[in-house]
């Protein structure tokens, strides 16, 4: 299985869906690449004469999932960056109604339902940890519906740096292809120091540094969720950055470092839990009103800081809001779980000396009634009930040291 096998599953995938015509709803997420990923199918699926229903989702969830799915009975649903490892569940309550595609580069389960493409890159050797980020699995994609949309290769690049792709120093695979075509185009540019490689985005004008721009696209998705964030996400990744972007990231920046420098001395003081191989806490509500996405941020921002343990998983808790943007109030008594890893436990699960969380919290969540998607080695989120944390956490640790006793 390569990429020529990935292709022809495209090619039969969007066959049905230009059979559709019409309304497209194009489910994505919320993050950097998930956003770059949206732009890119967006834009395309728009120059094909679909009317496209954009919906960002923080996580997928049966509940969730079925409402969109009740919401949008009979009309093609396009996921992007979420839901290869959902897809059973996707197929359960879909019901056969809507043509469903999953353009995703996360590990994925397969299903058999004929109205069910489950199109992650992982199903067809492409690795979505370093390789391929979803927006340049998406750029593939949207060849497949128009060769003229390689004009868009760099969303792919962009969605690679998000997730960040580039950490061995430059960015390889699939994603290499996104970048020689962005340069080709004169939309990207590189600069090399040390052996190392950094992104520059020329598309708009003068240079922009795409680490930093790839932060502030999430953080506009994710802290400002709720607040119309995502689309003022989309409209910069095509138009460039505006005012409004820069009023809105400034406003939402400010909001940001405010709640996250409450929780850090709040765990300085003692806050952070740690077991043998776990280190957690909660912030219950102490994000909002931004989304829940913020406390694999807040993770990651906390992952080297004294107080940390270096050898010991990060996992933070934050409480699941009722109200979903697009799809209403759901009744619920749910906590999302972000896990990341220090660099240094990273190395050594980088050696397959330590498990990576790809496997680790899905095979504890789902002991604890967890709903489970999208999971890298290094970062990886989950659903579940409120009042498991401690049983998850305990779980984990079990886990863990079956693994390496």
């Known amino acids: 299985m390569g990429k020529a096998e990935y292709i022809a599953a495209l090619k039969e ?10 309304e497209v709803v194009l489910v994505h997420h919320n993050d950097a690449d998930g956003l770059s990923a949206a732009a890119v199918l967006g834009t395309s699926l728009a120059r094909k004469g ?16 079925a409402r969109l799915h009740d919401l949008y009975a009979g009309t093609p649903i396009v996921y992007v960056d979420l839901g290869a490892r959902a897809a059973p569940m996707i197929a359960e309550v879909n019901r056969g109604r809507s043509l469903t595609l999953i353009v995703d580069h996360h590990l994925a389960e397969e299903t058999h339902d004929p109205a069910v493409f489950n199109l992650s890159t992982e199903l067809f050797g492409l690795s979505g940890e370093r390789e391929v980020s979803a927006a340049t699995a998406a750029w593939i994609a949207a060849q497949v519906l128009d060769g003229a949309n390689c004009d868009l290769a760099y969303l792919g690049v962009i969605g690679a740096i998000g997730d960040s792709h580039e950490r061995g120093g430059r ?52 802290a400002g969720y709720t607040m119309g964030g995502p689309d003022v996400v989309v409209r910069a990744l095509l138009e460039g950055p505006s005012q409004e972007f820069e009023g809105k990231l400034a406003e939402l920046e400010v909001l940001k470092r405010d709640r996250f420098d409450l929780i ?12 043998r191989h776990i280190q957690w806490f909660s912030v219950g509500e102490g994000f909002a009103p931004m989304g829940v996405k913020m ?40 906590v999302k779980i972000s896990m990341r890893v220090p ?15 790809a496997w680790l919290l899905p095979e504890a969540a789902k002991r ?33 040291s079956e693994k390496v006793s």
Request: aromatic fraction near 8%; glycine fraction near 12%.
């Open 13 to 22: 995938a969007f066959a049905e869906l230009k059979k559709c015509g019409g």
């Open 50 to 65: 679909f009317r496209v229903v954009r919906i960002p989702l923080e996580r997928v969830h049966p509940p969730i999932n």
């Open 171 to 222: 960015l390889v695979g699939e994603n290499r292809e996104a970048l020689e075509e962005a340069l080709s185009r004169g939309h990207v540019e590189v600069r090399e120091t040390d052996g190392r490689e950094a992104y520059w985005l020329t598309k708009f004008g003068d240079p922009i540094d795409l680490k930093p721009f790839a932060k502030s696209l999430t953080i506009l998705g994710a």
């Open 264 to 275: 850090v001395g709040r765990l300085r003081r003692g806050g952070l839990r740690k077991t």
């Open 295 to 334: 406390v694999g941020e807040f993770c990651m921002e906390i992952r080297e800081l004294d107080f940390v343990d270096p050898d010991k998983y990060i996992a933070g808790f934050q409480d699941m809001p009722p109200q979903i943007p697009g799809l209403g109030r759901f009744e619920w008594d749910l």
């Open 343 to 357: 660099g240094y436990l990273e190395e050594k699960i980088v050696a397959g000396k330590m498990p990576g969380l």
């Open 368 to 400: 604890v009634g967890g709903s489970i998607d999208a999971c890298h080695d290094y970062a990886a989120a989950s659903l579940i009930p409120r009042g498991k944390e401690e049983e998850l956490v305990a779980t984990m640790d079990g886990l863990v």
